[in-house]
């Protein structure tokens, strides 16, 4: 099991920023395409972004480029989602997802799966 870790989830005022973490105890971290997804009260998941290996190839959604970044630290077997400018419709359940071909992850058909963090926009 990859044990994928979601933090760094809380109540955060619209217009601050936040940063989401999944980490994982597996050393073949770095095996792994890695991605977030979230889901809102009432509505499906939806994808967020995606982050290739070795982090050379990250995609978005359409409709949430520029207010997110997703990264990855593969000697601490991590990756990251920065959200910026939070808008009360941000608020979400936040869940990171691993696997080994990169259109799984993005699908959200993905093997693995943290539990997700609660990010809660305040307006």
């Known amino acids: ?3 994928l870790v979601e933090s ?3 109540l955060v005022q619209a217009g601050g920023s936040v940063r989401l973490s999944c980490s994982t105890a ?3 971290f770095s095996a792994y ?3 977030w997804f979230r889901q809102a009260p009432g509505k499906e998941r939806e994808f967020v972004a995606a982050i290739s290996q070795n982090g050379d190839r990250t995609r978005y ?3 949430l480029k520029g207010r997110f ?3 990855r630290d593969n000697d601490k077997n991590t990756v990251y989602l920065q959200i910026t400018s939070l ?3 941000d608020t979400a359940v936040y869940y990171c997802n691993a696997d080994g071909a990169f259109e799984a992850v993005v699908a959200g058909t993905a093997y693995f799966w ?3 963090t609660q990010v809660t926009v305040s307006s």
């Open 8 to 10: 760094g989830g809380g």
């Open 1 to 3: 099991q990859a044990q």
């Open 87 to 89: 808008k009360p419709e």
């Open 69 to 71: 970044t997703i990264s």
């Open 26 to 28: 597996r050393r073949t």
């Open 61 to 63: 959604a359409d409709s």
């Open 114 to 116: 943290g539990q997700g």
């Open 33 to 35: 395409v890695t991605g």
